[in-house]
């Protein structure tokens, strides 16, 4: 029966059940079960990229399922980079963690203004992984979305050190298709920094 009021439709599909469902519904989500476990959530932003080529304005929405900061992963810094990734790639924000009893570092993430206009940006465009390098212990990985449309001139890149050993984290901007004399701003939970005019090469810690 009808009641009048619209229905958000979401279903479960993975890999190559989006091509043919994907005009049909506004939400599959894109793998199995998330976890506290990184293997888990690293899962969700590998499958993410196949999925991400259904996304944009009006479109299906890929789902990495729901948020898992806050509920006892690794470390604080893995909370961090994971709500990062999932507000950089436009994936549904579901908190799944006692909203009564969280850390400051937590409630200053999911709260973080920066963050949440990425993922809010009516552009709609998804951020996706452009550079992946390979390193001892895991990888390091970039990440590029446009704000506003694709050749805006105004893009976040993110960078995440999915490995078990810290460093930095180098590239060109030119290799992501960004050109040359960017006006670079690092932005964290916890931190904003203005860099000026970066030619080309940087890099960050983390």
Partial sequence: ATNGRPVYYKTIGYGSWFPPFATNMHAMRVATDITTNWSDIAKQFNAWDDAADHVGPGGCL??????????GLVSSDADIAHFSIWAVSGTPLMLGMNLTN?????RQT???ANLIRIH?????YPGRI???TRVPGGTQDIWLKPLGWPGS?????????????????PFRMSELGLG???????????????????PDY???KN
């Fill in 62 to 71: 890929p789902d990495m399922d729901m948020l898992e900061i806050g509920n």
């Fill in 102 to 106: 969280m850390a400051t570092y937590v």
């Fill in 110 to 112: 999911i709260t973080n």
């Fill in 120 to 124: 809010q940006d009516p552009g709609q």
């Fill in 130 to 132: 452009v550079k992946r």
């Fill in 153 to 169: 001139g105004t893009n976040v890149v993110l960078l995440v050190n999915n490995s078990t050993n810290t460093g930095y984290i």
């Fill in 180 to 198: 040359t004399n960017n006006w670079v701003r690092c932005i964290t939970p916890f931190v904003e920094q203005d860099h000026g005019i970066v």
């Fill in 202 to 204: 940087f890099r960050y």
